[in-house]
T-cell receptor
Framework: GAGVSQSPSNKVTEKGKDVELRCDPI?????LYWYRQSLGQGLEFLIY????????KSGLPSDRFSAERTGGSVSTLTIQRTQQEDSAVYLC??????????????FGSGTQLSVL | AQRVTQPEKLLSVFKGAPVELKCNYS??????LFWYVQYSRQRLQLLLR??SRESIKGFTADLNKGETSFHLKKPFAQEEDSAMYYC?????????FGTGTRLKVLA
């Protein structure tokens, strides 16, 4: 594809509802990352995938957050029982290889999540 | 602990003035450092990486292991440089980003 695609671009939900955020990485990119971007907080690492496996889930803020990746391609970030503090921009990025010296991250345009 | 610190949330300079965006890091081992930039209404994108020792859009950054710094510099700021700049470190399993510095170049 042309780049990393994220959907929806905007999501407004009510407190307590579940949401699913989708990321479609660049074709052939084996590494996929989820970050959360909040005002004044920078980019907070959530989780990364190498293929379909997630070796490091330590960044997920709570057990309400989960993520999966299927077919080494599309990834879904699920937030259950959303809280107002979950409001942020959720960014997905992919790269050809994980942490390779000459690789760079390609970012999606993000999903702006607003929890009312 | 692996950490990236950007002490300035906002940096305002006049057009034509020199710019230095500060970045300090904490990492045991040989770090890989990067600068990413996000222009208004655009995606976050790589600006430069220390290993390439390149100059992009007039910006340079030198890795100083003694001071554990990777400051981003440009001798003459342009209005189009106004953006959010993030310093990043390639750590174990993940890229670690700083909190970002918003650069405003005033006419």
């Amino acid at each position: 594809g042309a780049g990393v695609s994220q959907s929806p671009s905007n999501k407004v939900t009510e407190k307590g509802k579940d949401v699913e955020l989708r990321c479609d990485p660049i074709s052939g990119h084996t590494a996929l990352y989820w970050y959360r971007q909040s005002l004044g907080q920078g980019l907070e690492f959530l989780i990364y995938f190498q293929g379909n496996s997630a070796p490091d889930k330590s960044g997920l803020p709570s057990d309400r957050f989960s993520a999966e990746r299927t077919g080494g391609s599309v990834s879904t970030l699920t937030i259950q029982r959303t809280q107002q503090e979950d409001s942020a921009v959720y960014l997905c990025a992919s790269s050809l290889a994980h942490l390779s010296t000459n690789e760079k991250l390609f970012f999606g345009s993000g999903t702006q999540l607003s929890v009312l | 602990a692996q950490r990236v610190t950007q002490p300035e949330k906002l940096l305002s300079v006049f057009k034509g003035a020199p710019v230095e965006l500060k970045c300090n890091y904490s990492y045991s081992g040989s770090p890989e450092l990067f600068w990413y930039v996000q222009y208004s209404r655009q995606r976050l994108q790589l600006l430069l990486r220390h290993i390439s020792r390149e100059s992009i859009k007039g910006f340079t950054a030198d890795l100083n292991k003694g001071e554990t710094s990777f400051h981003l510099k440009k001798p003459f700021a342009q209005e189009e440089d106004s953006a959010m700049y993030y310093c990043a470190l390639s750590g174990t399993y993940k890229y670690i980003f700083g909190t970002g510095t918003r650069l405003k170049v005033l006419a």
